[in-house]
């Protein structure tokens, strides 16, 4: 069965969004590439592209987790008891209070 870097998890996240060509694999670090430039110069993000890891029985093919919703924690509102009380929720500097 056939191994496709689109369900993989190990895409790295900031070039999932870019074209396929450019996607890179987190379980591949690159080494710095050298030459006369600079030799410690790596892409960024320092990973191998995924077209030239994956032939397609990819031993790094881990799926991509799903979200599981009974376990994922709920987001309620809080109201804010330092606004209740009168309390500044943060200090605020000014040129005087600085020189003091």
Same mark, same amino acid.
């Given at each position: 069965?056939?191994?496709? =870097?689109?369900?993989?998890?190990? &895409?790295?996240?900031?070039?999932?969004?870019? +074209?396929?060509?450019?996607?890179?694999?987190?379980?591949?670090?690159? #080494? /710095?590439?050298?030459?006369? &430039?600079? #030799?410690?110069?790596?892409?960024? #993000? /320092?990973?191998?592209?995924? +077209?030239? &890891?994956?032939?397609?029985? =990819?031993?790094?093919?881990?799926?991509?987790?799903?979200?599981?919703?009974?376990?994922?924690?709920?987001?309620?509102?809080? /109201?804010?008891?330092?606004?209740? +009380?009168?309390?500044?929720?943060?200090?605020?500097?000014?040129?005087?209070?600085?020189?003091?």
């Amino acid at each position: 069965m056939p191994t496709y =870097c689109r369900d993989c998890d190990l &895409v790295h996240p900031s070039t999932r969004t870019k +074209e396929p060509y450019r996607w890179r694999c987190l379980a591949r670090p690159t #080494p /710095p590439l050298g030459g006369f &430039v600079d #030799p410690d110069w790596r892409p960024d #993000p /320092p990973y191998e592209r995924c +077209e030239r &890891v994956n032939d397609g029985d =990819c031993q790094h093919f881990t799926p991509m987790r799903r979200p599981n919703e009974w376990n994922m924690p709920t987001m309620q509102s809080q /109201p804010d008891k330092s606004l209740e +009380e009168g309390q500044p929720t943060c200090k605020i500097l000014t040129h005087a209070s600085q020189t003091s």
